[in-house]
């Protein structure tokens, strides 16, 4: 429930309106517009009686929402919510940010190697997994604190942010003093307690959509990290289980545009994951840029066939470089396809 409130309201009255609404268990934040200021009602709205809102002094007026989400939707916020990640912006029609890097750091080395490639390419922000979420016990699990401590310095040597998955609400400290963006994984999108402890910190998180997730789903879970007050999520569609055997996951390029509809959070795309596939991954890339998508993340390695996880959809430094070579140039604005001019000319504006 949104409820408009009057321009001449006085703070008791709405200090009112709040302790009525507080009295329903449910939650009421205040935020102010361009031309007016509205309160957002959180939690299950059934149990609030229209007529009995609208009698108070302060409200103007009051909209029920169709969808459970509030705080992501663009009911609540009409304009692209815009996340500064070391002076990198991701949404509102900025440039596309190119996060890539491995799917798992093997070693300090490999690491500085990797990024530097990722950097020279036209790369912004660098991906590795220092912990793994895997789906056999058998499988390399990550270098854990060894891996945040070579994340560390692949930031310190290349100057570069730098993004890694989370697994549990025990590691939050060292991923907030360490990692400039903490991914929530797929397998993790709906640990709930792990949302609740990310929304409490000042700090952009990226959430991957899960792999058996509704788009719903995806919003709901971005809640409950806005509603314990971190506003800094970015979503990302990383391919879903479908009955499709050809690839890894299906990569659900629709819900980019339908995301960007119904909610102002920016949204990435992962290639990688979603089709499990090198080849793949270059036109899935601009497929996403143009339905609208503010970045991708690519799974970037010097020597893919030898990656310690994942080298089937991992690409090497060539193939990165020419895949950023040609996201650089398109970006979509107002339904147009928009030509930077960047080292090739690939046409000039089209419309879609």
């Known amino acids: 429930m949104i409820i408009t409130i ?27 517009g361009n031309n007016m200021r509205i309160a957002i009602v959180i939690g299950d709205t059934s149990l609030l009686d229209d007529n009995a809102i609208r009698s108070f002094d302060c409200v103007s007026d009051l909209k029920r929402l169709t969808h459970p989400y509030k705080l992501v939707s663009r009911d609540y916020q009409k304009e692209d919510t815009v996340i500064d990640v070391c002076g990198i912006k991701i949404g509102q ?10 799917c798992s750091i093997e070693s300090e080395e490999t690491a500085i190697e990797i990024a ?45 942010p730098i993004v890694s998955e989370i697994l549990s609400v025990e590691q939050l400290d060292e ?35 899960g792999y058996a997730a509704t788009i719903e789903e995806l919003l709901m879970a971005a809640e409950y990290i806005l509603v314990g007050g971190n506003k800094k999520v970015i979503l990302c569609e990383r391919g879903i289980r479908t009955f499709a055997k050809a690839t890894r996951n299906t990569l659900d390029i629709s ?3 339908y995301i960007k509809k119904v909610s102002h959070l920016p949204v990435i795309v992962d290639p990688s994951h979603g089709t499990g596939k090198r080849d793949l991954v270059e036109p899935m890339t601009l497929a996403a840029i143009a339905a609208g998508a503010d970045g991708v993340m690519i799974e970037v390695h010097n020597n893919p066939q030898f ?46």
Not at 128 to 156: H, N
Not at 187 to 201: D, P, T
Not at 331 to 341: A, E, L, R, S, V
């Open 6 to 32: 009057k321009e001449n309201a006085s703070e008791r009255a709405i200090k009112a309106l709040e302790d009525y609404v507080q009295s329903k268990n449910l939650m009421l934040e205040i935020a102010q």
């Open 93 to 102: 029609h900025e440039k596309i940010v190119m996060i890539g890097g491995p």
């Open 116 to 160: 530097q490639g990722v950097k020279e390419a036209g790369g912004t922000i660098f991906r590795g997994g220092a912990y793994k979420a895997r789906t056999s016990p058998y499988s390399f699990q990550g270098l854990r604190e060894k891996g945040l401590e070579d994340l560390a310095k692949v930031k310190k040597v290349v100057k570069m």
């Open 175 to 209: 991923f907030v003093k360490n990692v400039d963006i903490i991914q929530v994984g797929a397998r993790n999108m709906q640990n709930y307690e792990l949302l609740k402890a990310l929304g409490k910190i000042d700090k952009p998180i990226l959430l991957k959509r």
């Open 255 to 257: 819900a980019v545009p």
């Open 307 to 352: 990656a310690w996880s994942d080298g089937a959809q991992c690409v090497n430094f060539a193939e990165y470089n020419k895949i950023v070579e040609k996201a650089s140039i398109f970006k979509i604005k107002d339904g147009n396809i928009t030509n930077y001019g960047r080292k090739k000319n690939y046409g000039t504006t089209k419309t879609l």
